[in-house]
């Protein structure tokens, strides 16, 4: 039983009375707090209007405590909630003093700021007779923070200082006098300054709507009651994930993520993720990360900590509050001048669509292997979700207004399959819980536009075992206007993402043109009473991976797809009646079910035809069996295994592959051991090396001409099973994704 | 003599309204699937008590009001009929993507999108394209189009939904494909978006027109058998239906907008509080509807009840005008666990009906929150619902065990844990309900009904800053006691984006299209009324547009006059300023960048004939408690201390007395906290005052 604190009069933890832990008080304030940032983005969107609030919902909400802690958070990213804390925590250190009625403003990642200078952090603290109690904040992605381009994202290698206007922490508010000079100042850099303004507006109505609800809360149970009850939730958070960590296997778990060209050359960007688990103590590790590029992939340490947090809410605890204890039982390792942590004068202005959510992926590659043996958790391993492949669209509008604009549907990625069904199809990333997007007349109704098509990309999903979701794609047309103006900036064009336990990676995204296929829109009307307009779509020209200056004319098309989610488990294994019922669909094509899955479609019943699936699965089980040991793909002698290291314990590391009770690698559907864990497995297990292209993940995307990307495919000599996917480099030895505790430091 | 008949999950409730105002009302249980049976037979448990025969009593009636959850039903359990969805070619996927909504889900394993009615193997797309302006950029294929019908009617498809991209600017395209689908299929039921929600938002357009034809023809089928039986036995009256925006419709638009009854149930309980919001001069009151599963809240503004155009039932959009109800999931029978970091919570899942909570004896294992109140000695363990049930504290106390030990707290604590979280989820509910709407709550009323609602009410008002709640006195039959409260209305609006200039101006051009735009919606709702046959100084017509800052999407509707002027437009957007200016505070104004106008809205109600309402007050002795029994008394303190226990049916106006007490109705039991007056008014409804310090 818990006991009595009598000055507070309410349940606390033994020997800590400046904390309460109480289960019903606890819960009764978590509620209210979220609820409270639920009413907080209720204002954001009224009071503003902006398309990015109204139909996309890109802004968070936050309550936190007097030191700057997340407490709760609604938010478009994960990510973007924690943002929030980094404003409070640099304001506490910068300002000499911080007064009741002060609101603080700030948009530089660099000092103070959110993910990018996009995303402009308002917060105010809340005071109870002159006692700062906590602090209520929102972080929102703005009309405009002026800079080179429409859009302020920066297309070629370019500084900071050329990016955006960026104010490091200021006080729009000063003992609740509004500084209409700092408004202009900010303002007068942007180009739509009224929009801009009235964004501005809605956030600081936003926070004093929350600072009201907070100073309602604190009045109602009591100052002291509160600071401490918020103390205590950070305390059970952290307390609850770390009685999870110590149910987890200890080790070194390894993974990566890819993006692709610096703005000036297409070259392969690393972020690496080690994750150390010990005991009740987890560390994310990004030693390895190649160094800081010279064009917009970069992030700052906010974006570093925020992608840690993102995979907290989502894979490890998404059922415990999100808040900033979670970090107790954590360390983070960022450093600095790399991707995750870059210095001044670096780029980052694309950092939520790069670093801070590459990241991310990065850690979910390592965590697959880490919670495959934990039940609790296994069911949620995947791989990374959707990102962002996007284009600046500028000319007068419909009404001729001065027009820019972004086609969210390059973000509609398929999600990752999960270890017990498909993955969703075009639902954004595993980290933007709150996130949605526009309807087509949204679009159509204050841009020159016209689509002809937005829905799920046929066989765009990755193959494996569960299947992952289908990317959105759609195709629109200028319309009523001459032509746009389009600043073009891809994500996984060219490489891929991870996938989970032998899955396939989802197709590459795309923006492409189709150029003069369409007569215009007016000669259509006039020639053509009954003709689908969409049967225009023909050629396709690939847009360059980044870059400012391409045309699209009101006869050409305009075509835009996501990327596809990632599968789950070897593709051969998938059950048949999923597959005809993916063909009956129109998820999967009769080529693909041939080609991937090795299962034979009857092409007018879309009926399996059982036999030939048979013959067809077991000629690619016997093709795999040809494939050379990894030892033999790579250059340089293979490791010699000096055996088993201890302390050894049997675990699960993926669908097919784990270790036994002596301390070897194997394949728990045959049984056939591959190595002792103090070498990497990869070594010993068949390999299909090839260059990433349509063949190789059996999905559309960009051959890089390089070849510097490869995907490799592990086959368990045994059985012939697919247990594991990697994308590397082709220079690099194989990912070793587990190894003991004891080799934490024996380099790979 | 009227009779209001609403069929709910377990009972129907019948309330009679007598010619002399006075009212009988009675509870039978429902029958599914098969709903009209229970309807019966409440009519021959009415007629027996009334000394009549079934004819007779039918015979007298003028109206029969109805309110039903047969299209919730129908929803919930995805039992209505296969559909055809006919869209724009190249946008058949828009349902299933259902733009994105996720709902704040992190955990990657139960991300889904909101599982539509119409699998996407029956969606057909049809070509055809308007642009934003509702010019035709594309005509309608209509040898195509038959092809698409013909393939859906072959599958055995006879409801369909069409849903064209800007269909509500111009519906040329898919009132042309509903004849074509007619012609097809003369039987077929069609629920074309220009009629069934003719809003801005092709999702919330297509997701409302697929639950109209998905939920329709069975709607259709149970009304028409409904009526069929009472017109047999002798039924001369108006059979009306409760619509979700708190009108009475007839049985035909009912059907036609199946889309617009899903909330019919709980509108009628609106209704009611609205009814006693007038007969009690309470103007602004708050809902609270508290029952086995869940808790609706609605509010009631300035005698007005709010309405909503969008709302999500089990995660399916519903963009048709309604009351604004906000469904907590909290009641008596939401269960309460330990959260994985050592959190007490309460819901959102429930024991339901079967098993229910632990205490009823029927297998429930896990501690609800009736169990938790029988333990507060809250309930009482004998004489539930007025003798006709047992509860076991013994069970309610074995489940409640696990829990205790998970979260370490005592039996009494965690009991009483359950009931503060339960309340709290309640009271955020409403409190982001009413800041939404931008509203204070602490200027309203709580209107408590529902069968648990009587132990939290008072409660919930406290954590809230609510000083006053009213328990209805017929309480446990309010929806149908609301179906007799009732007029015939009709709304008809229609969206647009029209820019006014700072102070309202515009030019006489867009005057006269604005006022053109009310004379057609006036037309239309005098049309639908015009069957109703109800005598034109019964009629009044009211005229509203919803108005923001450009730029800006706040809403607020304004009430307009019947032709708009110069003049009376500068005066609309002044009482939007000041609207405003009153819940965001004067700097966020921004009447200099002009405002929009984005909705003009005709609302005709039909007054029904129907006797006053007449309130006696007696004298003002003190009741006589008939027991005492150990339990809460303060809500925030986990202590049971002895408080008296009165016959709430033995309750007579003018009587009042103080807390700590418990009232005991034979439906519904009432906690009257420490602290809090009680009182009884000239109608019989139960008053609690929260008391000054």
Request: charged share 20%; proline share 6%.
């Amino acid at each position: 039983m818990t006991s009595i604190n009598p000055e507070l009069g309410v349940l606390a933890d033994p020997g800590r009375p400046d904390m309460i832990v109480d289960p019903v008080l606890s819960q009764i304030i978590y509620n209210y707090e979220l609820t409270m940032n639920r009413e907080m983005g209720r204002a954001v969107v009224n009071l503003s209007g902006s398309f990015l609030f109204v139909s996309a919902s890109d802004f968070s909400c936050g309550c936190l405590d007097a030191e700057g802690n997340i407490l709760t958070t609604i938010a478009w990213s994960l990510q973007m909630g924690y943002a929030i804390s980094n404003t409070v925590k640099t304001s506490l250190k910068r300002f000499d003093s911080i007064n009741p009625g002060d609101v603080i403003f700030c948009n530089d990642p660099y000092d103070g700021g959110g993910l990018h200078a996009h995303d402009v952090v308002v917060v105010a603290p809340v005071f109870s007779d002159d006692v700062l109690v906590m602090w209520v904040g929102v972080c929102a992605h703005v009309s405009d923070v002026g800079g080179a381009l429409p859009g302020g994202y920066s297309v070629e290698p370019m500084d900071v200082f050329g990016e955006n206007i960026r104010f490091s922490p200021v006080k729009i508010y000063d003992k609740g006098e509004f500084r209409r000079d700092v408004l202009d100042a900010f303002l007068t850099n942007v180009r739509v300054p009224d929009q801009t303004g009235v964004d501005l507006k809605a956030l600081m109505g936003a926070v004093w709507i929350g600072r009201e609800r907070a100073a309602g809360l604190i009045e109602h149970y009591g100052r002291d009651k509160v600071v401490a009850i918020h103390a205590g939730q950070l305390e059970q958070s952290g307390r609850a994930f770390r009685e999870r960590l110590v149910n987890l296997p200890d080790g070194v778990y390894e993974g990566a993520a890819h993006m692709e060209h610096d703005g000036a050359n297409d070259k392969i960007y690393t972020i690496r993720m080690t994750l150390v688990k010990d005991g009740d103590h987890l560390e994310f590790d990004y030693t390895g990360t190649d160094a800081q590029a010279p064009g917009v992939l970069n992030c700052t340490e906010v974006g570093a900590v925020g992608n840690v947090m993102a995979a907290l809410g989502t894979i490890f605890a998404p059922d415990i509050p999100f808040n900033e204890g979670l970090l107790n039982p954590v360390s983070i390792e960022a450093p600095l001048g790399t991707l995750v942590n870059a210095i001044k004068p670096a780029p980052i202005s694309g950092a939520t669509v790069y670093a801070a959510w590459f990241g991310t992926d990065a850690i979910l590659e390592a965590a697959n292997y880490l919670i495959a043996d934990a039940r609790d958790l296994e069911h949620r391993r995947t791989g990374p979700w959707g990102c962002w492949t996007f284009a600046w669209l500028q000319s007068l509008n419909q009404h001729g207004e001065p027009w820019f604009w972004n086609v969210f549907t390059g973000g509609s990625g398929g999600g990752g399959a999960l270890p017990h069904h498909d993955g969703e199809n075009a639902i954004l990333g595993i980290q933007t819980i709150d996130a949605f997007t526009p309807n087509i007349e949204d679009y159509e109704q204050q841009s020159p536009v016209l689509f002809l098509q937005r829905g799920f990309a046929r066989d765009s999903g990755g193959a494996g075992r569960f299947r992952g979701g289908l990317a959105l794609e759609s195709f629109c047309v200028p319309y009523m206007v001459p032509g746009w103006d389009v600043v073009a900036f891809h994500n996984r064009l060219s490489a891929p993402s991870s996938t989970v336990s032998g899955g396939l990676p989802g197709s590459g995204s795309t923006i492409s043109f189709a150029r003069g296929v369409l007569p215009d829109i007016e000669t259509h009307q006039q020639h053509s009473t009954e003709a689908p307009i969409a049967t225009y779509l023909g050629d396709l020209e690939q847009a360059p991976t980044r870059a400012k200056g391409l045309w699209v004319d009101r006869t050409d098309g305009y075509y835009m797809r996501a990327t596809g989610g990632p599968g789950n488990g070897d593709p051969i294994d998938r059950a048949l009646d999923q597959v005809s019922s993916d063909v009956r669909d129109g998820a999967v094509s009769v080529e693909l079910a041939r080609e991937a899955y090795g299962v034979v479609i009857m092409p007018n019943s879309f009926d399996v035809d059982e036999p030939a699936t048979v013959e067809l699965r077991d000629a690619i089980r016997r093709a795999r069996q040809e494939l050379p040991l990894g030892s033999s793909v790579w250059p340089g002698t293979p490791p010699t295994d000096p055996g088993p290291v201890g302390p050894v314990n049997e675990q699960l590391l993926g669908e097919h592959l784990g270790i036994d009770s002596s301390g070897w690698y194997l394949c728990r559907r045959c049984g056939y051991r591959y190595c002792s864990n103090s070498v990497n497995w990869k070594w010993y297990a068949k390999c299909d090396q090839q260059p990433v292209n349509r063949n190789a993940i059996h999905n559309s995307i960009k051959e890089r001409p390089q070849g510097d990307l490869v995907v490799r495919l592990y086959v368990c000599p045994g059985c012939a099973t697919q247990v594991d996917t990697e994308i590397a480099l082709i220079t690099e030895p194989p990912r070793w994704n587990y190894r003991p505790l004891a080799l934490r430091r024996v380099a790979p | 003599m009227r009779l209001g008949v609403d069929i709910g999950g377990t009972f129907t409730d019948i309330v009679l309204q007598l010619d002399d105002g006075t009212f009988r009302s009675w509870k039978v249980s429902s029958t599914p699937p098969d709903f009209a049976r229970g309807v019966v037979a409440g009519i021959d448990l009415a007629a027996s008590s009334l000394g009549r025969t079934r004819a007779e009593f039918l015979g007298d009636l003028t109206e029969f009001m109805h309110g039903t959850t047969v299209t919730t039903n129908i929803l919930l359990t995805r039992a209505g009929e296969r559909v055809g969805l006919l869209t724009t070619r190249g946008f058949g996927d828009t349902y299933a993507l259902a733009r994105q909504y996720r709902g704040h889900e992190q955990d990657p394993s139960l991300v889904s999108h909101p599982r539509p009615l119409v699998p996407r193997e029956d969606v057909e797309e049809i070509d055809e394209r308007l642009d934003y302006r509702g010019v035709v950029v594309s005509a309608l294929n209509e040898r195509g189009l038959r092809e698409s019908v013909t393939r859906l009617l072959d599958k055995g498809i006879a409801s369909f939904a069409i849903c064209f991209l800007w269909s509500f600017v111009n519906s040329v395209h898919e009132e042309r494909a509903k004849e074509i689908i007619l012609e097809l299929a003369p039987d077929a039921f069609v629920a074309a978006s220009y009629e069934a929600c003719p809003v801005m938002g092709e999702y919330e357009r297509t997701s409302t027109s697929a639950i109209t034809a998905f939920a329709g023809p069975a709607l259709r089928r149970y009304v028409l058998q409904l009526e069929e039986e009472l017109r047999e036995f002798g039924f001369r009256g108006a059979l009306l239906l409760m619509k979700s925006d708190g009108g009475l419709g007839s049985i035909a638009t009912a059907v036609r907008a199946a889309g617009q009854t899903v909330y019919s149930g709980p509108a009628a309980g609106v209704v009611a509080a609205k009814a006693l919001s007038e007969y009690l001069g309470r103007q602004n009151l708050i809902t609270f509807d508290m029952g086995g599963t869940s808790t609706d809240v609605a509010i009631i503004h300035e005698g007005e009840v709010r309405s909503t155009s969008l709302q999500f039932l089990e995660r399916q959009a519903l963009a048709t005008p309604m009351i604004d109800i906000t469904t907590v999931g909290a009641g008596g029978g939401s269960i309460g666990w330990r959260a994985p970091d050592g959190t007490l919570r309460v819901g959102p899942q429930s024991s339901g009906a079967s098993p229910g909570p632990a205490c009823y004896g029927n297998g429930g294992t896990e501690p609800a929150v009736s169990d938790a109140n029988l333990m507060l000695g809250l309930l009482p363990p004998t004489n539930f619902l007025g003798g006709r049930m047992a509860l076991d504290v013994q069970l309610a106390e074995y489940a409640m065990q696990h829990l205790c030990a998970r979260i370490g707290l005592s039996p009494l604590h965690t009991a009483h844990g359950m009931f503060r979280v339960a309340n709290a989820v309640m009271a955020d509910a409403i409190r982001l309900r009413t800041v939404f709407a931008g509203l204070d709550p602490r200027e309203f009323t709580l209107v408590s009904f529902g069968g648990a609602g009587g132990l939290h009410c008072a409660a919930v008002a406290a954590e809230l800053g609510i000083r006053t709640v009213v328990v209805p006195r017929m309480a446990s039959v309010f929806s149908a006691l609301g179906l007799v409260s009732t007029d015939v209305t009709y709304s008809f609006a229609w969206s647009d984006q029209r820019e006014l200039g700072p102070g309202g101006t515009c030019s006489d051009a867009e005057l006269k299209e604005m006022n053109a735009t009310f004379e057609e919606l006036e037309g239309r709702v005098a049309a639908a009324l015009e069957p109703h046959a109800i005598s034109p100084d019964r009629i009044s017509t009211t005229y509203r547009v919803e108005l923001s800052y450009r730029r800006q999407i706040l809403n607020f509707e304004v009430e307009a006059p019947s032709r708009l002027t110069h003049e009376s437009l500068a005066g609309l957007v002044g009482v939007f300023d000041s609207r405003y200016r009153t819940v965001y505070g004067p700097g966020a104004a921004a009447p200099e960048h002009g405002y929009s106008l984005k909705t003009f809205r005709v609302t005709g109600i039909g007054g029904l004939a129907r006797p006053s309402i007449a309130g006696s007050a007696s004298s003002g002795d003190a009741p006589v408690p008939v027991a005492k029994r150990v339990a809460l008394a303060d809500v925030d303190r986990p202590e049971l201390t002895e408080l008296a226990i009165y016959d709430g049916d033995a309750l007579r106006s003018g009587q009042s007395f103080s807390g700590p007490a418990v009232v005991e109705y034979s439906d519904t039991t009432v906690l009257v906290p420490v602290r809090v007056g009680a009182s009884v008014d000239a109608f019989g409804n139960l008053v609690l005052e929260r008391e000054e310090a």
